[in-house]
């Protein structure tokens, strides 16, 4: 994991750095080139002086240079003509100059030089100049064929050099402290821009799960920050709903455990009590056992939720679509409770015409029996039970409702019951709950209906 | 003593049932709050088992009924809800103690005799009348040092006489409060039983018959 803050310092470091590189190069080009230009301007102004003392003097060539005089005092130079030595400087001694390769010779005053980096004798750097020109003609003196004279003037350039190195390291200095500098200020900077950031992870450090009322500051939050501050609260608004739901949900699931818990305890005990015929026993055992049996379902109705709460991903691993006759899987639904109904004069008013769907057989197999089980648990003695199937619904209507208009929507609701109680002593209020999940699942709408004491549930597939 | 439990589930229902029956109670019960509300108005219970969630009437509300008629029996709630919300709301509208369920039958048991101690005025779990000990727990009687042995009738006859003891107990009170004698068919079946322990108890007799209205024990020469 990166830091934005090292990622920024690097980055603009980096930055900062280069542009003091290349700024710093260029400083040092030009003012190089400057210094050297100014240097070969001098170096030349000196060279056409030494040659303005060179003059044909009838048919020989002659320097009036005194070598030793003002202009022989610092520089080395030579000047040829036809390859012999008119005049040499006395720093020379014995050696001579090597001139570089030049152009065709004019007059001394128009002629081009010749400007190289070249060592000096004694090897320190220097500069040498060579012209190539005509020696001067007095006034009246005509002559066709002028010899060409050649001159090469030597210069250290110990003084300049010393002079850009100066340059250099005051850029290279400057550079690199001013790098330094840039890097502090926007370490400097960072840290007060990304102060927000901190005191947001403080803030979002402090809320725990208990605590997700909590809502981030939006005081001093920064542009750029404030959507992610904004997405965070939303983010915190849904997980404290969902908390806030699970949380009664385990509540209501605790609730219901207890009933049949204290059912089992209260069973074993007695029977405990005291010595028992083995008969009795027996007994506390079964009715332990069916407690036991209800408990289960009711855990098993729990975990569906869940595992359809959890979303369509970790169920669709189990499903799988077929074609279904629907009026088939009503009379195999209906079948089990058919002989109780009788017992209780129940009427059962099926319509039940031919009709096939596509979806998950296991899912729509819960729907049905649960609404079933639910009409059939609902029904008043004598009353009536009426299923109804078209293309696009099933009806399911029992009579015997005494839950309030105005209740359709909570009988839907978890562990909801119409009078508070589990009047079979089984019923969590988890049925319709799991249907309209389910429902929902295999693609289709869940409706409820109370009118005059009858209580009608419609299924609309998609 | 007589006691109605009103619960719903039905496991719990009869399991309760037996166990205070077989702890020398008088037991009726009722499976929603309409019946349950009916039958303490209608029999004077020495202690209500009232679980909170029923159907027709909920717990709270037969317990907010039978107060406001002037009921003032003794109420253990019975309940799966353990908030401090739920349990205040019960004790505020009257009950007298409460119990969350999962529960230990042995608790219940023992919150029941300290409902019924409570209902008849007494602390101590043993009774004691001149040289007589009833122990209410165990359910035993001595007389001096010997061990008097009494059917489950018998104790719950003389239990009853003897947290009354010093007042006037009519037959019909004794009808009403003691083990299972209201469902006997025959109406002279107190002054056998009552033959029976004052034979058991022996000299000095400590039960005195007031003709024509009942009984009274106390130690007292009969006036």
């Not at chain 1, 090292?6 to 710093?24: H, K």
């Not at chain 1, 007060?192 to 809320?207: E, K, N, V």
Request: proline share 4%; charged share 25%; with cysteine.
């Amino acid at each position: 994991m990166t830091a934005i803050r090292t990622r920024l310092l690097v980055g603009a470091g980096l930055g900062v750095a280069i542009a003091f590189v290349v700024s710093g190069g260029l400083v040092y080009t030009f003012t190089r080139a400057s210094v050297t230009a100014q240097f070969d301007q001098a170096l030349e102004a000196k060279a056409r002086s030494l040659a303005a003392f060179v003059e044909l003097d009838g048919d020989t060539v002659e320097a009036e240079l005194d070598p030793a005089g003002p202009l022989g005092d610092r520089d080395d130079f030579e000047i040829w003509s036809r390859d012999r030595v008119l005049v040499r400087s006395t720093s020379l001694g014995t050696a001579d100059l090597v001139p570089s390769p030049g152009t065709r010779p004019i007059l001394a005053s128009d002629s081009p030089g010749t400007i190289v980096a070249r060592a000096l004798r004694d090897g320190r750097a220097g500069r040498q100049i060579t012209l190539r020109f005509l020696p001067r003609v007095e006034p009246g003196q005509a002559h066709r064929d002028l010899p060409e004279v050649v001159l090469v003037l030597a210069r250290g350039t110990a003084d300049v050099d010393a002079t850009i190195g100066r340059i250099a390291a005051v850029l290279v200095g400057v550079g690199a402290f001013g790098t330094l500098l840039a890097l502090a200020i926007l370490a400097l900077a960072i840290r007060l821009g990304l102060a927000p950031l901190r005191a947001l992870a403080t803030s979002i450090t402090a809320i725990q799960p208990g605590a997700l009322a909590t809502r981030l500051p939006p005081a001093h939050v920064p542009l750029e920050v404030a959507p992610v501050v904004a997405r965070l609260d939303e983010l915190l608004g849904r997980l404290a709903f969902a908390f806030e739901r699970e949380r009664e949900l385990t509540a209501e699931l605790a609730h219901e455990l207890r009933t049949p818990l204290a059912g089992i305890r209260a069973t074993i005990e007695v029977a405990l009590d005291r010595d028992r015929p083995t008969e009795r026993y027996r007994t506390a055992l079964t009715d332990v056992l069916a407690i036991a049996g209800q408990t289960e379902r009711l855990v098993e109705t729990m975990l569906s939720l869940a595992r359809l709460d959890a979303g369509p991903s970790s169920s669709s691993s189990s499903s799988s679509s077929s074609v279904i006759a629907v009026d088939a899987l009503i009379r195999e639904v209906v079948e089990p409770w058919a002989q109780a109904l009788t017992a209780r004069g129940v009427e059962l008013d099926t319509c039940l015409p031919a009709v096939t769907i596509t979806c998950d057989r296991e899912k729509l197999r819960l729907v049905l029996g649960n609404l079933v089980e639910n009409a059939v648990t609902y029904v008043d003695d004598a009353g009536r039970i009426a299923i109804a199937l078209a293309a696009d619904r099933i009806e399911i209507t029992n009579t015997g409702c005494t839950l309030p208009a105005g209740s359709e929507v909570r009988v839907f609701e978890r562990f909801w019951r119409g009078d508070a109680a589990r009047s079979t002593g089984h019923h969590a209020g988890l049925g319709l709950a799991l249907c309209k999940k389910l429902v929902d699942v295999i693609g289709g709408t869940v409706d409820a209906a109370i009118a005059e004491g009858t209580f009608t549930i419609t299924v609309r597939f998609a | 003593m007589r006691a109605l439990i009103v619960e719903d589930y039905a496991p719990v229902r009869a399991a309760v049932r037996e166990g205070l029956v077989e702890h020398g109670f008088a037991v009726d019960v009722a499976a929603d709050g309409e019946e349950g509300l009916w039958l303490a108005e209608q029999n004077p219970y020495d202690v209500v088992i009232l679980d909170v969630m029923l159907p027709k009437l909920s717990g709270l509300e037969v317990l907010t009924t039978l107060r406001r008629n002037g009921s003032s029996v003794a109420i253990l709630l019975l309940t799966a809800r353990d908030t401090v919300v739920d349990r205040v709301a019960g004790l505020d509208r009257g009950a007298d103690d409460y119990l969350i369920k999962p529960f230990a039958f042995a608790e219940l048991l023992a919150r029941v005799r300290a409902l019924v101690r409570r209902h008849y005025d007494r602390k101590n779990p043993t009774i004691a009348l001149a040289d007589l000990t009833i122990d209410t727990i165990q359910r035993t009687v001595r007389r001096g040092e010997r061990v008097i042995a009494l059917s489950a009738r018998e104790y719950a006859l003389l239990e009853y006489l003897a947290v009354r003891a010093g007042q006037l107990v009519t037959r019909t009170e004794i009808w009403e409060h003691v083990y299972d004698f209201h469902a006997e068919a025959q109406s002279n079946v107190i002054d056998v039983y009552i033959g029976y322990l004052r034979k058991k108890l022996g000299a000095p007799p400590l039960i005195h018959t007031r003709r024509g209205h009942g009984y009274v024990m106390t130690v007292e020469a009969d006036a």
